[in-house]
């Protein structure tokens, strides 16, 4: 808990305490965290900022690459043949086109505006950039950049090895060479946080005709520099430098998180006035919209599989557009012509097994169908004996109950006042006449109790006998039971195989489904590759 109160630096000095700490503290993430609490304090910015980029090593390749010997300084090599060459046909650079471009961007960077030695040397740094990399050359936003660069680590020598190294450790050649081809990436990217976290906003764009396209070309290409006030674009540099691209994904959608409310209330033209002008007072908090873009989550992970997912979609696109030869280059269409020979290779072998599983799970179908219908039959048929057999032993418990009661009056009628009673009895009716009820006792079956007082063996016997004939039906139904339920669980158990066979085809027709889409999504990735920009 006391580490959000501690700066960056205090926080790197207790890793050097001990074992104990050092591992409490990679654990937690400690530094990482405090570097997105924003802080960082300035006078440790640019150090921090060196030792995340990787100048040696870029410095390194540099030399390989322009065959520099060891004891030469590159950038002064650099700019000595920028000065001296004539002709750079042979680079493919428009050596005129880009100072010409470099000297109208750089009083216009507003870092800089107003102190003609830091235009200069930024000039010098963008010019060596193209040098180094003419497949860039200069595009604007790259003057923002250096501006920033040049500013915090304040040598332009410095500035220009950070600058490489940014563009060489966050891929971002494809950013700035021509065409931008890396620019409808990062847009899709975003498109899928925005659509996913923000719907409603995302909906409103589309409503109104915009697409993310329509301001995340000015955020990313200049990584905020121009939108965001000085000190709050720092701190979004410190995460970026740190983490990478995600850190540009969070923050965009951390902006648009904060400003959600006002931008569902604005049309095209209003929403264009309020991002170019407002962005820059709204978002001078800077730990709150560090806090906003901590929160959205994603990772280089998730990225990762976008991107690809991206480049298969426009995979897709080319190739279907392989016929219209002028549209590529000689190698592109090369690389289109193997993917679609790849296609008709393992395409009909895999609709030949997909149709196959599907026959086969087809006719289990039917036989299913089928089945069940004689699972049901079964189970039914069982619910009807069950019932019955309720009932019959419903009966025979009446019988039971009514056979004891009449045993016991015959018992009472053998007494030494039988005659008595009885005369009294016959007496009483012939004067007062007989009940209506008296001689219809309220019985459910036939000879459960005669329908007199008096009670004769013969009418006991009659009702053993019917005792005995329902134990006999009894039997009778318990055995159909035993019939009928062998029946429903063999009927039961064959639906449940069969259940589970259909399953099994099911999963493996998934299975070999998603093997064949992994191989098509793969070689299309291959295309995708073949066909992107090689940085050089």
């Known amino acids: 808990k006391i580490l959000k109160f501690l700066y960056t630096q205090e926080i790197a000095k207790l890793h050097l305490i001990d074992k104990a700490h050092y591992e409490t503290l990679v654990k937690n993430k400690a530094l990482k965290k405090s570097i997105w609490r924003g802080d960082l304090k300035s006078e440790y910015r640019a150090n921090f900022w060196i030792y995340q980029t990787p100048l040696y090593s870029v410095q390194e390749e540099v030399k390989k690459t322009l065959h520099i010997s060891q004891d030469v300084d590159v950038y002064d090599y650099i700019h000595s043949e920028i000065n001296s060459r004539k002709d750079f046909t042979n680079t493919g ?16 960077t507003y870092l800089v505006s107003n102190d003609y030695k830091a235009q200069n040397q930024l000039y010098r740094i963008l010019l060596a950039i193209a040098y180094v990399k003419p497949n860039i050359s200069y595009c604007q936003g790259m003057n923002f950049i250096g501006g920033v660069l040049l500013k915090v680590v304040k040598n332009e020598e410095v500035a220009f090895w950070m600058m490489l190294s940014m563009i060489m450790k966050f891929d971002m050649e494809n950013l700035f060479m021509p065409g931008v081809p890396d620019l409808p990436l990062r847009e ?4 899928y946080y925005i659509h996913n976290m923000l719907p409603d906003l995302y909906s409103h764009f589309r409503r109104i005709g915009v697409t993310s396209g329509f301001f995340i070309s000015r955020w990313f290409m200049t990584l905020f520099a121009v939108y965001l006030p000085y000190h709050t674009v720092l701190r979004v540099w410190d995460c970026f430098l740190l983490d990478g691209w995600k850190t540009m994904i969070k923050v965009g959608v951390g902006i ?81 012509r193997w993917v679609k020979t790849e296609f008709e290779k393992f395409d009909p072998s895999t609709k030949k097994d997909v149709k196959e599983f599907q026959n086969k799970i087809e006719k289990l179908n039917q036989e299913l169908e089928s089945f069940n219908k004689y699972y049901l039959t079964a189970s039914m048929e069982l619910v009807k004996v069950e019932q019955e057999i309720e009932l019959m032993c419903e009966k025979k418990t009446i ?138």
């Open 256 to 336: 648009l998180k904060e400003i959600r409310h006002q931008i569902l209330a604005l049309d095209l033209e209003d929403l264009s006035n309020y991002l170019r002008n407002n962005l820059r007072s709204q978002h001078s908090d800077f730990k709150r919209l560090l806090k906003a873009a901590h929160k959205v989550h994603t990772s280089s992970k998730e990225l990762k599989k976008i991107e690809e997912e991206y480049y298969i979609e426009q995979a897709h696109l080319k190739l279907a557009a392989v016929e219209d030869t002028h549209a590529f280059t000689e190698e592109e269409v090369k690389a289109l």
């Open 188 to 191: 899709h990217q975003i498109n």
């Open 93 to 108: 650079l428009d050596i005129a086109r880009v100072k010409d471009d470099i000297s109208k961007d750089t009083p216009r």
């Open 399 to 536: 019988y039971i109950q009514n056979l004891k009661a009449m045993e016991n009056k015959f018992k009472r009628s053998k007494s030494k006042n039988f005659l008595t009673r009885l005369i009294g009895v016959k007496n009483k009716l012939k004067v007062v006449g007989l009940p209506e009820e008296f001689p219809q006792i309220d019985l459910r079956y036939e000879y459960a109790q005669p329908s007199f007082e008096l009670i004769r063996k013969e009418d006991i016997l009659k009702c053993k006998e019917k005792l005995h004939q329902i134990d006999e039906e009894l039997k009778e139904l318990q055995n159909q039971y035993l019939q009928k339920y062998n029946l429903f669980s063999e009927a039961k158990i064959k639906v449940e195989e069969m259940k589970e066979k259909k399953q099994s085809y099911s999963q493996q027709l998934c299975g070999f489904i998603y093997t064949y889409q992994t191989k098509k999504n793969n070689t299309l990735l291959s295309l995708s590759k073949q066909l992107r920009p090689t940085p050089l």
